[in-house]
């Protein structure tokens, strides 16, 4: 079935690391995404890894990824209070036709000094 | 490219009324999706179209939801009969064909029920 889960909360002190942890039950999905969402806006794409990749680094952002344990993490590296913000993991399942993206219900980031 | 744009950014109705949504998607992106959001959810898909033709719909989509791309470009969704489980943030996005399919959203239309 298709089911994206996430922890519902993080709170982290401004210049930490924040780990926002994944798991996703489709093991057909090819790429798997981080989207952040400010309040009231859409969401905005933070990046993505494709299904054969371990790890992909981009600026302060870290995605590593354990396809046997379909475990997804996202690492905010030196968190800033802009980072606040609903950061939302999202398969690509086969089941979908690879059409479409199933979403988890979004981790609270909360960035405190 | 200015984004994908979404009207109005808020619609206030009663129960019973008819309300329709426009997106208009980034414009050379063939691929072009709605999603629902609800309070504490994450996104649920809706539907999807590829230019004009509408390839899939969510079982979400009851028969008082109706959307459409009439010539490819613009898309509208229309929803009948509301009710109050239809509040929600409607949300549009639009992809080109890509390996990854990175999806674009707008800022979303807020859909209050009264």
């Known amino acids: 079935g298709e089911d994206v889960e996430q922890s519902l909360f993080l709170s982290v002190r401004e210049g930490d690391s924040s780990v926002i942890n994944c798991t996703y039950t489709?093991?057909?999905?090819?790429?798997l995404y981080w989207y952040k969402q400010e309040p009231g806006a859409g969401l905005q794409l933070l990046t993505y890894i494709f299904s054969n990749m371990d790890m992909k680094q981009d600026q302060r952002l870290t995605v590593l990824l354990n396809k046997k344990d379909k475990h997804l993490s996202l690492r905010i590296a030196d968190t800033q209070t802009g980072d606040s913000a609903i950061y939302f993991c999202a398969e690509r399942p086969l089941s979908g036709g690879y059409n479409k993206l199933i979403f988890g219900a979004g981790t609270r980031l909360a960035v405190h000094p | 490219d200015t984004g994908v744009s979404q009207n109005p950014r808020h619609k206030i109705t009663k129960r019973g009324q008819n309300v329709t949504f426009r997106c208009d998607p980034i414009?050379?992106?063939?691929?072009l999706y709605w999603y629902r959001q609800t309070l504490g959810q994450g996104p649920e898909f809706l539907t999807y179209?590829?230019?004009?033709?509408?390839?899939?719909k969510s079982r979400l989509l009851s028969d008082r939801f109706s959307a459409e791309r009439p010539k490819g470009s613009f898309s509208t969704l229309e929803i009948q009969r509301t009710e109050q489980g239809d509040s929600a943030m409607y949300l549009c996005a639009s992809s080109r064909p890509s390996g990854a399919n990175v999806l674009t959203f707008g800022a979303g239309s807020r859909l209050t029920v009264l």
């Open positions: 179209f590829q230019n004009e033709a509408q390839l899939e």
């Open positions: 414009s050379e992106h063939n691929r």
């Open positions: 489709d093991s057909s999905s090819t790429y």
